[in-house]
């Protein structure tokens, strides 16, 4: 079974500061490396995926870092603002063609004003 | 911009009692998934559904778990006799298909069993 870890489990960051969520992978059949956004009482929404085809994607203050060697995927976030403070859930999918996703266990993130 | 959909928001339900949580999924997507979330812990995956059937499984998804495509648009859980561990919130999820490998989750029905 695939297995995702991810840490910190919890992270305050004082705003205009940088977030740094780390994820580590099991299994090298991970093609898709997606990070969710979740906010109480919501649904997880997709923030941002890679690819390890590259080993960095940039999306506006999101950044996802890809170290295949290691391994690992991390999530930064630059200039954090206290609507950041969610809980940010790592994922990467099965091989089968359904793709479900295995889950990281949450960061929850406190971006203080 | 398209959306999953999921009704009801919230569920209560005694233990015993059988549960429908409803789902439509983004009108072109050909997979689709419910997960759910125990309070305070990780997303887990319980089931996929591509082509009128299940193609994915886990542990959690027994034999007192059922999914249907009734038609077109909706897609549905059925928990027939729910005990107390079933209290969490369920997510729906969709995806196009194919190298979209992108899902996209419902807000998600906070079901509980008393």
Same mark, same amino acid.
């Given at each position: ?22 994820? =580590?992978?099991?299994? !090298? #059949? ?14 997880? #929404?997709?923030?941002? =995926? ?12 999101? !950044? ?5 060697? =290691? ?14 403070? #969610? !809980? ?5 999918? =099965?091989?089968?063609? #359904? ?10 993130? !406190?971006?203080?004003? | 911009?398209? *959306? ?48 009128? *059937? ?17 038609? /077109? ?11 107390? *561990? ?10 196009? /298909?194919? *190298? ?5 989750? /419902?807000? /998600? ?6």
């Amino acid at each position: 079974q695939q297995q995702v870890k991810q840490s910190p489990q919890s992270l305050i960051v004082q705003k205009g500061g940088i977030s740094i969520i780390n994820c =580590a992978y099991e299994n !090298t #059949a991970f093609d898709y490396f997606p990070w969710y956004q979740q906010f109480p009482g919501k649904g997880p #929404a997709l923030l941002i =995926a890679i690819r390890p085809d590259v080993s960095e994607k940039k999306e506006g203050r999101f !950044t996802i870092s890809f170290n295949k060697s =290691a391994k690992q995927f991390s999530l930064h976030i630059m200039d954090s603002q206290p609507g950041d403070s #969610a !809980t940010y859930f790592c994922a990467a999918p =099965a091989s089968g063609s #359904a793709r479900q996703l295995t889950f990281g266990s949450g960061t929850q993130l !406190t971006v203080l004003p | 911009e398209p *959306e999953v959909t999921q009704t009801p928001s919230h569920q209560v339900t005694q233990m015993g009692q059988e549960v429908i949580l409803r789902c439509v999924p983004i009108s072109n997507h050909l997979y689709f998934y419910w997960y759910r979330q125990i309070l305070g812990q990780k997303v887990e995956f319980l089931v996929s559904f591509y082509n009128n *059937e299940i193609s994915e499984k886990s542990e959690i998804f027994d034999d007192q778990f059922s999914v249907e495509r009734p038609d /077109g648009s909706n897609f549905t859980l059925k928990i027939r006799s729910t005990k107390l *561990e079933d209290s969490a919130m369920y997510f729906c999820a969709s995806r196009r /298909g194919g *190298e979209a490998y992108e899902q996209y989750f /419902g807000p /998600g029905t906070r079901l509980t069993v008393t």
